[in-house]
């Protein structure tokens, strides 16, 4: 074999070697083009996930913010309510008494124990009437009561208060919810 001949071979074996490194370089880049691709889309996976997680977590903090701030709203509204129908529930106790006065106090009077009473405050329009019930008593006309009796015995060890405010305060925790649910079925 001649010089021409072994540098022909050395050239062809030089061609080959570096198209089989050509060969294997190209081979290598796709494999790690499709490596890296394959990490994007793991990558770009994940942070849809990590997305999903916080704007689920996030909607679940303004979902529950928003509750609260919706519960909040109405208990202030239900309170302003329960408010007005117990200034209104007061409003009908004078009604009330002004058309029935007599029947009412006298009903509310039957109701006291029979005892020497010293002082009785009533509603200044029904003095004349406390004034024929208790004859050896203190009548005081008494602005704040709508109907009935406030009685006192004179030493002071027994105080009754039958009167119609009386009686709506210890009614109004049981009537009130039957005020308000009848509202909310009306507005349903």
Same mark, same amino acid.
């Given at each position: =074999? !001649?010089? *021409?001949?072994?540098?022909?071979?050395?050239?062809?074996?030089?061609?080959?070697? =570096?198209?089989?490194?050509?060969?294997?370089?190209?081979?290598?880049?796709?494999?790690?083009?499709?490596?890296?691709?394959?990490?994007?889309?793991?990558?770009?996976?994940?942070?849809?996930?990590?997305?999903?997680?916080?704007?689920?977590? +996030?909607?679940?903090?303004?979902m529950a913010g928003a509750s609260r701030e919706t519960?909040?709203? *109405?208990?202030?509204?239900?309170?302003?309510?329960s408010q007005r129908l117990h200034e209104r529930?007061?409003?009908?106790?004078?009604?009330?008494? !002004?058309?029935?006065?007599?029947?009412?106090?006298?009903? +509310?009077?039957?109701?006291?124990?029979?005892?020497?009473?010293?002082?009785? *405050?009533?509603?200044?329009? /029904?003095?004349?009437?406390?004034?024929?019930?208790?004859?050896?008593?203190?009548?005081?006309?008494?602005?704040?009561?709508?109907?009935?009796?406030?009685?006192?015995?004179? /030493?002071?060890?027994?105080?009754?208060?039958?009167?119609?405010?009386?009686?709506?305060?210890?009614?109004?925790?049981?009537?009130?919810?039957?005020?308000?649910?009848?509202?909310?079925? *009306?507005?349903?």
């Amino acid at each position: =074999m !001649g010089r *021409r001949e072994l540098l022909e071979a050395l050239e062809r074996e030089g061609l080959e070697a =570096m198209a089989a490194i050509t060969a294997r370089g190209a081979a290598e880049e796709e494999r790690l083009r499709s490596g890296a691709e394959e990490r994007r889309e793991e990558l770009l996976h994940e942070h849809e996930l990590q997305r999903e997680l916080l704007c689920s977590d +996030l909607k679940r903090t303004i979902m529950a913010g928003a509750s609260r701030e919706t519960s909040l709203i *109405r208990l202030r509204a239900e309170h302003a309510l329960s408010q007005r129908l117990h200034e209104r529930a007061r409003i009908c106790l004078k009604q009330l008494h !002004g058309g029935k006065g007599g029947r009412i106090f006298r009903a +509310l009077v039957a109701e006291l124990p029979v005892l020497p009473w010293h002082t009785i *405050r009533v509603a200044p329009g /029904d003095a004349a009437l406390a004034s024929a019930h208790f004859p050896d008593a203190t009548i005081i006309p008494d602005e704040t009561v709508t109907g009935g009796v406030k009685a006192a015995t004179a /030493d002071g060890s027994l105080t009754v208060d039958n009167t119609l405010e009386t009686r709506l305060e210890r009614i109004w925790p049981d009537l009130l919810p039957n005020l308000m649910a009848e509202l909310r079925g *009306r507005t349903s």
